[in-house]
Structures are given as structure tokens and as C-alpha cells.
């Protein structure tokens, strides 16, 4: 069995198993007509479930076979044009090399002694990304698994500053325990769900979080945000942080910026923005003013894994002032003893909430030596050229209503039947569209998003890849509307 170990002895079974592997997949790629092939859970479990794991194949080619059978044949391809479901990207070539290059040489990016080199680059690239924001001299972060975690990880910092001021201002500080309570976070109700999961998780529970209105173009309304932290100070409540969006995952939408910073200023409370969506424009040759005032946060959560076209997962969370970072800060005597830090030995689990953690950060660096920036920032720029073109087409389509002009790449919108002399209930307009995305999905043609707005059933386009067109997003409501029509004529006739 030592003959599967990847080492100096094995390099050629190296090679020829994952060129073998890459064939496979290159083949797979360049003949993908559809997202994915439409199959069932019911269809595919049986032949996952079928499978003894105690009886290998032994031969790598055999693996291969088996592999085209429960994954390769049926996955869902985000490179197709269609693929207009959820924030995932197509992947940019740089970057999966880079994937190949850091799973083989499987560094550990908690301790220098396990990852030299690779400290070093995703230092830098945190550098990169600060300044890209514009964070300032003392900013620093870490990468992470993801928006949720990133956002996880700010709140925390977030929270234990607030209970630090809190027990610096009182006569007699108070236990943590006695703070915890009085901690509120607020947030827009379009905001992520990793928020209020985040408040959970940190002991504060989802009550702990206010959910702030948003206005027609679904940002948050910062008239109503500035009386219910007045409301928070009055109730001798305390208010911990502020999350921004900048790219809801609804509606693409970006909060106002400079006005939530100018209000987490006056009220001395830590101003978090969740990226995750929007940072691509960190890269834009021509849009990164929608980010202004970002360059006013605390801390800032970026995932490259979407609008940067990079590979799962790509993510990280940066905070203006590094000291901040020290709320996760834990020294074990076997790994990383508080002597290393007084002899200046980078160790980045001192700053993670992780211990083992892969090198993602050689995708984005193997990606920007090859592309630079301005050629990841174009690709993004297109696909927010082709959601103002996909409005417009849909705007003027009579079967669909569209909730809001987007600002970056998602469309959300319904079909809405006009039967001439029929009056549709409204229920039987949601059944429609939650039928009609899950037929789409069912017959494999493309993939497409649902969500709810104000209570009623919708449809989603994410748009991320530069190659789907007009055509596409034509074709797709073409499919959409026919799947909606004919549920409706059927429940119709039923009714009648």
C-alpha cells in the first residue's frame, strides 16, 4: 500500500494518475451541452449507497470509470452558460493550477515550521486586499473557508470589543456574562443569514440581532437605522456592531456605505461589511466607487470564490487594526508557544479561529501573477453589464415582473400570468414559479435561484459567468414561461 503514498519514489504514478484524472475532466468540460443531466436523488442514491467502500478497485483507471457513474456524469457544471442558479463562479485556469500545485505539496497554514513560503504569500495577499480596500497601515486578516465563517469571525472580534469598552467605562466592570445580553446587532432583513447565525454561535442568540428595513432599491434604510440605535443607547443597551452588505445575495444590492460609517462613528460601534459578493469590484477597472466608504470598516469579509472567479474555498476576513485579532488569539505550548510571538515567528493560526488550514491563498496569488488584476476586474464588470442588459429584457417581457434595477449581477423576478377574464389567486401564482424552477432544474436545460420577496414566490438569475449572453437569458425565461404555463392550465382546468 506504500505504493499510494505521493512521494520521491511514486512521482511518476503521480503524474500519469492525475493527468489521467484531468483528461477526464478536460473531456467532461469540452462536452457538456446541458448544466446537468436532470438526475433524481431517488435515481442516483441507490447507485452511491450500492457501493461497497470495503471492496476497493484498485486500479486508478477502474476509480475513474466508477467516478464518471456517481459524480462526473451528473454534477452540476458551473461553467455552462445556463448555470444562472446560486454565487457560484466558473474558475479561472490560473487558479485550479494553483488547487493541484497546494494539494500535492499539502501545507499547513497554522505554523511557519509547516508552511514557509506559503505564510509569506497569503500575508501578502491580506496586504493586497487591505489596501485594495483601504484599511489603512495597521489593517491585517486571515483567510477563511468562507463568508459565514469570515463573518462568524468578525462578530466575535466585534463582540469582545464591545465588552472590553463596556468594562473599561464602568465603576465596577461587570462579568462578561452580564454584558452579553445587553449586546445588539444590526443588520439589514436583506442581509445574509450567517448573521444571525453567527449571534447564535456566539452566545447571544438571533433576538440579538435587529433587523433594519430596506428602501425600494433594497439597501438598508439608514433613517430608520440611526433611531433604532438612538432606541439601543436609551435602553441602556449596547450596540455592538453594524453589518453592511456590499452584494446582498438576494438582490445584489450595496448598503450605503459612507452613511453607516458615519453612524457607527457617532455611536463608537464597530462597522462589519459582508463582501462576500460585492469585493469583485475591489478589482473593477471602472465600478469600484460602488465600494466607497468601505475603506471606513472595522473589519470586511471578501470571498474570491465568487466574484473573483476563484476556486471553493477562497475566503478571508480583514480588520483595520490587527490588534483586534488577538480576541482569537491562543497559545499552545506543542504548536505555536507565546515564545515564537516575542521572537517575531509568523505564526498565522494566532490569528484564526481555525487550527490546520489549507494553502487557498496560492489560487488568488497563482491567478494574479497570470491574469493581474484589472483582467479578474473585467471579468466581473461583464457580468454586471450583462444583468443591466438581462433587466432590460425582462422588464420588457409582459409574463415577468422584476423586483429592482440590480447594481451588480442578480436579477430577481416572477412570472406573473395575464389571463385575459382570469383572475389567478396569488397562491397559485407562487405554486407556478416554484414549479417552474424546479421543472427547469428536473429537465437539466439550465438552473436557476428562487427566493421570497414580502412573502410571495420568486425567481433568481445569479450571474457570474462572463460566457452566458442575452441569447441565454432570453431562452431561459422562454423555458421558465413555458413550465409556468403549463402548471397553471393544468391547476386551472382542475379548479374548473
Known amino acids: 500500500m506504500r505504493s499510494h503514498l505521493l512521494n520521491e519514489t511514486t512521482a511518476d504514478l503521480y503524474r500519469r494518475s492525475v493527468t489521467e484524472g484531468v483528461e477526464r475532466v478536460a473531456a467532461k468540460l469540452a462536452t457538456t451541452e446541458r448544466p446537468h443531466t436532470g438526475i433524481s436523488v431517488d435515481e442516483l442514491a ?169 428602501d425600494r432599491n433594497r439597501r438598508m434604510d439608514t433613517s430608520v437605522l440611526a433611531l433604532e440605535l438612538e432606541s439601543c443607547v436609551r435602553e441602556g443597551l449596547v450596540p455592538m456592531a453594524v453589518v453592511a ?27 462589519h461589511v459582508d463582501a462576500a459578493y460585492g469585493c469583485g469590484l475591489l478589482v473593477s477597472p471602472t465600478r469600484r466607487h460602488l465600494l466607497d466608504g468601505i475603506e471606513h470598516a472595522n473589519s470586511v469579509t471578501v470571498d474570491y470564490h465568487k466574484s473573483f472567479f476563484q476556486p471553493v474555498s477562497s475566503s478571508a476576513m480583514l480588520v483595520r487594526d490587527r490588534d483586534t485579532l488577538k480576541h482569537a ?10 515564545r515564537m510571538a516575542e521572537e517575531r515567528i509568523p505564526n498565522q493560526v494566532d490569528k484564526s479561529i481555525q487550527t490546520t488550514r489549507r494553502f487557498d491563498a496560492l489560487k488568488l496569488w497563482m491567478t494574479l501573477r497570470t491574469m493581474g488584476a484589472d483582467g479578474l476586474g473585467s471579468l466581473f464588470d461583464e457580468v454586471i453589464e450583462l444583468a443591466a442588459a438581462g433587466w432590460d429584457i425582462i422588464d420588457a417581457d409582459p409574463r415577468f415582473e422584476v423586483v429592482v434595477r440590480p447594481q451588480i449581477s442578480t436579477l430577481v423576478f416572477r412570472y406573473v400570468p395575464r389571463l385575459e377574464g382570469v383572475d389567478v389567486r396569488k397562491d397559485l401564482v407562487d405554486e407556478a414559479n416554484l414549479h417552474a424552477r424546479k421543472a427547469l432544474f428536473a429537465s437539466g436545460e439550465a438552473v436557476v435561484a428562487g427566493t421570497k420577496v414580502d412573502g410571495d414566490q420568486y425567481l433568481k438569475f445569479t450571474l457570474l459567468n462572463p460566457q452566458t449572453t442575452t441569447a441565454d437569458i432570453a431562452a431561459v425565461l422562454d423555458l421558465l414561461a413555458a413550465h409556468a404555463e403549463q402548471f397553471l392550465g393544468e391547476s386551472l382546468a382542475v379548479h374548473h
Open 46 to 214: 441507490p447507485v452511491i449507497n450500492g457501493i461497497d467502500l470495503d471492496r476497493p478497485l484498485e486500479d486508478a483507471a477502474a476509480v475513474l470509470d466508477e467516478l464518471d457513474e456517481v459524480y462526473l456524469r451528473d454534477a452540476v457544471y458551473f461553467h455552462h452558460p445556463r448555470y444562472l442558479g446560486h454565487l457560484n463562479c466558473p474558475v479561472v485556469i490560473p487558479a485550479v493550477l494553483g488547487e493541484a500545485v497546494l494539494s500535492a505539496v499539502n501545507s499547513s497554514l497554522d505554523t511557519w515550521d509547516q508552511s514557509i513560503g506559503g505564510t509569506l504569500i497569503e500575508r501578502r495577499l491580506i496586504d493586497w486586499t487591505a489596501e485594495r480596500i483601504g484599511l489603512g497601515p495597521d489593517a491585517d486578516g486571515i483567510f477563511t473557508s468562507g463568508g459565514s465563517q469570515s463573518n462568524f469571525h468578525s462578530l466575535l472580534l466585534a463582540r469582545d470589543e464591545a465588552c472590553r469598552t463596556v468594562m473599561q467605562r464602568s465603576e465596577r466592570p461587570p462579568a462578561k456574562s452580564e454584558v452579553l445580553p445587553r449586546l445588539r446587532i444590526f443588520t439589514s432583513e436583506a442581509s445574509h443569514f450567517s448573521v444571525k447565525k453567527s449571534a447564535a454561535m456566539l452566545g447571544l442568540g438571533y433576538e440579538a440581532v435587529i433587523a433594519v428595513p430596506v
Open 329 to 338: 488569539t491562543y497559545h499552545a505550548d506543542y504548536l505555536n508557544p507565546r
Open 245 to 271: 452588505t456590499a452584494g446582498t445575495t438576494d438582490f445584489g444590492s450595496i448598503d450605503p456605505l459612507p452613511e453607516i460609517a458615519r453612524l457607527t462613528a457617532e455611536h463608537s460601534t464597530w462597522m
